[in-house]
């Protein structure tokens, strides 16, 4: 007869090879389902989308500047020049809300000193150089635009004034973001669903999902994208594009 100590170690044997034996069972089960639905284990597939559209708003900056030999002097000239600036707008049909004169800028303006034989020697302060922006923004593109390339009228009435290249813009970005974002993934899906089908499965869990950074750029240009997206302002029609990278389990 064995004794009751004896008997015990071998209860306690039993209970922990039937431990083991549970635990090794468990891991498997969750090693192969981590398989099953892992990132690794899974379909990944990027979709994309892109659209052209026409820019709705339009800004447009000029500048023009004055010279006094007193800020008095200096700053009746670049009231005069505003004026003119904003009677010549007025006049090319832009409203007085669609324009904003910003503060002026003002500076003293230097005269170089030579010797003579041509060396030089210092500058002394000899007036005032003022400067102030307008900024035109508004939804008449092809008005703006024209005021944009042809500024001789103004200048030929003695304002020295300086033309920036207009900036475009689309007010309904986030419409068309969001519409993007609709058919970059559905596209990636649909890839999914078609490799999945080739392997004899079928798509089950989504495990990630990543969107890329949106890409604005010319109409048909060559322009390249960027790292961290690229946002055209230069151009009033523009193609706008997205990626949507998907991973899903299969079945």
């Known amino acids: 007869m064995k004794s009751i100590q004896a008997w015990k170690g071998i209860i306690i044997a039993l209970i922990a090879g039937i431990s083991a034996i549970l635990c ?3 891991l498997s089960r969750n090693l192969l389902e981590y398989k099953k639905t892992s990132g690794s284990g899974g379909i990944t597939a990027t979709g994309s989308a892109n659209c052209d559209f026409e820019s709705d708003l339009i800004v447009w900056r000029g500048s023009f500047s004055a010279y006094g030999i007193t800020t008095k002097e200096a700053y009746a000239q670049i009231k005069n020049n505003a004026e003119m600036t904003k009677e010549y707008l007025l006049q090319n049909g832009v409203t007085e809300e669609e ?4 503060s002026v800028n003002i500076s003293k303006h230097y005269t170089s000193m030579y010797d003579d034989e041509g060396e030089y020697i210092g500058e002394y302060a000899d007036g005032y150089d003022l400067y102030q922006q307008v900024c035109v923004t508004s939804t008449d593109i092809d008005k703006v635009e024209k005021i944009s390339r042809d500024i001789t009228q103004l200048i ?50 989504l495990l990630n999902a990543n969107l890329g950074v949106f890409q604005i750029t010319a109409k048909n240009s060559n322009s390249e994208y960027s790292y961290g997206g690229s946002f ?7 193609t706008a594009s997205i ?6 389990a299969v079945d």
């Open 156 to 205: 030929e009435s003695g304002v020295e004034f300086s033309s920036d290249s207009p900036e475009y813009y689309y007010t309904k970005m986030d419409e068309l973001k969001l519409q993007l974002i609709e058919e970059a993934t559905q596209n990636a899906k649909q890839r999914i669903d078609i490799m999945a089908e080739g392997t004899g499965g079928k798509a089950g869990k």
């Open 243 to 248: 990626t949507v990278k998907l991973n899903y």
């Open 232 to 238: 055209d302002t230069s151009s009033r029609n523009k």
């Open 24 to 26: 090794i069972s468990i």
């Open 99 to 102: 324009m904003v004169f910003n």
